[in-house]
């Protein structure tokens, strides 16, 4: 009984430590993002709208063409170092609401190489989203050979007249196999 508790507990020890911490800064917006979220581009912006966004008081947002901007895209990336041969897991609460259309949107993670080549890249379309609710999307991905970069990536491209489309509670984890 006693090597049985010995083996569940070092199992779980192990679990804990394969998997790390996040490596995204201020992933759920709550901070000024002066370098967290850089470059940032088109409506995207940090707001503070009551709808619910999962992880304290603000969200990331891409506004439609209501906002005003004059543009009818946006996003915002962030860069941080990584590692060759390592499983990534990106997890996000991503949300759209009053008819948010768009030609493209996309929640990505990309691997690039010292010399800012794009390496490889793992996408989802956000195709599964549910208006009025945030809804946990999940991409996995294995850094290739020369990885020296990774890039988490949040966009949209020509967008409709009406709606939002929401980020919070992100999650990037270096998972050891």
């Not at 609460?93 to 948010?100: I, M």
């Amino acid at each position: 009984m006693t090597s049985i508790r010995i083996w569940t507990i070092a199992a779980i020890a192990f679990a804990a430590a394969a998997a790390q911490a996040n490596l995204l800064s201020n992933a759920g917006f709550e901070s000024d993002w002066a370098e967290d979220w850089n470059p940032r581009w088109g409506t995207f912006s940090r707001e503070n709208w009551p709808n619910g966004q999962p992880e304290g008081e603000y969200a990331g947002y891409i506004r439609a063409d209501w906002s005003g901007a004059g543009e009818a895209n946006g996003g915002a990336l962030q860069s941080l170092p990584a590692q060759p041969g390592v499983d990534y897991i990106l997890t996000a609460q991503v949300y759209f609401d009053n008819g948010f259309k768009a030609e493209t949107q996309a929640l990505k993670l990309e691997f690039f190489d010292a010399d800012n080549n794009l390496l490889d890249s793992f996408t989802s379309d956000l195709a599964n989203l549910k208006s009025g609710q945030w809804v946990k999307i999940t991409l996995t991905g294995k850094s290739p050979p020369e990885t020296a970069k990774a890039q988490v990536v949040f966009e949209a491209t020509d967008t409709g007249e009406s709606g939002v489309l929401g980020i919070d509670a992100l999650d990037l984890e270096a998972v050891a196999r």
